[in-house]
């Protein structure tokens, strides 16, 4: 009996630690990071980056598969790469990865990340937020500020009017990018920000250089010694950009603070006359708001709005332009679409872009190959568990859609430039219906979830109408024959840049040039 016992007792030891063992395995396994290739000491990855950092994630990724671990110096990321990865991400598990993480240069630029596009999750975003989609970036908000969209596009069509009378070669990068900051500025603050060139030009300059410095990578934030050096050289160029940015703002800040005190004296307001501005400044004022903003705030929300809504759009559109050059055939058919639908004797309009389907289709073929944000940029709050990997918290996550718009798991012929591909029911080869807002993983331009890009709306109503006027009344030569094509090679940086800017001559394809 005793020795039943004890057999019956080695048993019960046996079994539990096979179950023990079992269930320890299941954990490990469960608790494994993904896949990731050899790092070198200190560095981690580094030096597979490469200066264009979503073509060199994306070659991490064809090799190592759609998720990926790996080591920016020493902060530890995940890259994800597929529609799939993209959704569990972005969508399943999106409560974990709703903060962004904090960047030195940015975070100097954003007064401490007293901003709405880099501040954590919470109460002050989730205010911003819907301040921006009710003052700025909601369909409503949108229609009442359409003339000032129409009236930028006018002055920018007669300047090219003008520069094709003279056969002048245009700098389109430039010229597009002036377009954009002129309507975000008169959108955003009410005015231009000058109508003196050189102090315009001064403007843009300043807006880009703070873009730019944004995107710049730091040694700062990813080697832990580096943490309070200045290796770089970033200290000095980041004081001078947010110095003269302060400087501009505080002027702009303070005549639009004397325009509200003689309004106050009049006995009127205006409230239906309010910019963006004038509505913050309501609220910086009011003891009683929802949210206390401080003018840190107000400076560092106006300049994300520059620097997203200036640069985003003028980039698509670039990007755009420069496909219909080297494919004139479906240049070719959009015209006739065009002219088919509005005619000649009047420039297309907004409320246009709803009856030209193939123009519709062109868009959505640009954002597919060139996401002006090539990288959607988060940081896991918590451990989570993703295609059964374990991310750790406080793990920098890549969403790739630049490899998105190509894998052809997704996409037949990915590489090519068909906007065909969008005019069936269906869109791509798992039967998908299209929705660029976020619904659709195999393609999000703008992002997924709550922190989506807020400009989408705009984007979708700018881009489409802008592109259709450019080549309504315009043809566009690169060179002085027949079969020039634009290079498309892609530039550094967090956005997608061209790598050289778009420069051709606009030559007016309408006689005579037809009203606005």
């Known amino acids: 009996m005793a020795d039943m016992q004890d057999a019956t007792l080695f048993l019960i030891c046996i079994a539990s630690i096979i179950f023990f063992l079992t269930i320890w395995g299941k954990t490990q396994t469960q608790a494994q990071l993904p896949p990731s290739p050899r790092g070198l000491p200190i560095i981690g990855h580094l030096h597979m980056l490469g200066p264009v950092t979503h073509q060199a994630l994306h070659k991490l990724s064809t090799r190592y598969g759609p998720l990926v671990y790996f080591f920016i110096g020493s ?109 975000i500025t008169r959108m955003t603050l009410g005015q231009r920000c000058s109508d003196k060139e050189d102090e315009a030009g001064e403007v843009r300059k300043l807006v880009q250089a703070l873009t730019q410095l944004g995107a710049k990578f730091n040694l700062s934030d990813t080697i832990w010694f580096c943490k309070k050096l200045d290796l770089q050289g970033f200290r000095r160029k980041l004081e001078d950009a947010r110095k003269r940015y302060d400087v501009m703002m505080e002027r702009i800040m303070k005549e639009h603070e004397e325009s509200r005190k003689k309004r106050k004296q009049m006995g009127d307001e205006g409230d239906s006359e309010r910019d963006l501005l004038d509505v913050l400044f309501h609220i910086f004022e009011d003891k009683n708001a929802e949210m206390r903003l401080t003018r840190a705030n107000i400076k560092a929300f106006i300049m994300n709005i520059f620097g997203a809504g200036t640069d985003t759009s003028s980039i698509t559109l670039e990007w755009g332009l420069a496909e219909l050059i080297n494919h004139p055939n479906v240049m070719e058919k959009a015209r006739k679409e065009i002219d088919s639908v509005v005619g000649k004797n009047r420039i297309v309009e907004e409320s246009d872009i709803a009856n030209l389907p193939y123009l ?39 969403v790739n859609l630049w490899s998105l718009g190509r894998d052809s798991s997704h ?106």
């Open 75 to 183: 902060k530890p990321c995940v890259l994800a790469s597929s529609p799939e990865m993209a959704k569990e991400i972005l969508k399943t598990n999106e409560t974990k990865f709703l903060n962004r993480p904090k960047t030195a240069n940015l975070d100097y630029l954003t007064y401490g990340s007293s901003d709405f596009a880099t501040v954590h999750y919470g109460p002050y975003w989730k205010f911003m937020k819907k301040l921006c989609m009710n003052q700025l970036l909601g369909g409503r908000r949108l229609d009442q500020l359409r003339p000032i969209r129409q009236e930028e596009t006018r002055r920018f069509l007669m300047l090219m009017l003008k520069k094709a009378e003279a056969s002048e070669r245009v700098n389109f990068g430039g010229e597009l990018m002036r377009l954009t900051n002129n309507i």
């Open 360 to 398: 519709q289709a062109i868009v959505k073929e640009i954002l597919r190959l060139h996401p002006t944000g090539p990288l959607v940029v988060r940081e896991s709050s918590e451990d989570c568990i993703i295609a059964g990997y374990m991310i750790p918290a406080k793990t920098r996550l890549f």
């Open 411 to 516: 996409w037949e012929n990915p590489h090519e430039f068909r906007p065909e591909r969008f005019l069936s029911e269906k869109w791509c080869r798992n039967n998908q219906f299209l929705d660029v807002r976020g619904q659709n993983f195999p393609m999000i331009p703008f992002g997924s979830g709550r922190r989506s890009c807020p400009g989408a709306t705009l984007a979708l109503h700018f881009v489409p109408t802008t592109i259709a006027a450019i080549i309504q009344c315009f043809e566009l030569k690169v060179g002085y024959g027949e079969n020039d094509i634009v290079d498309m090679e892609e530039g550094p940086g967090l956005t997608l840049r061209r790598a050289h800017s778009l420069v051709c001559t606009p030559v007016a394809r309408l006689t005579p040039f037809p009203s606005i």
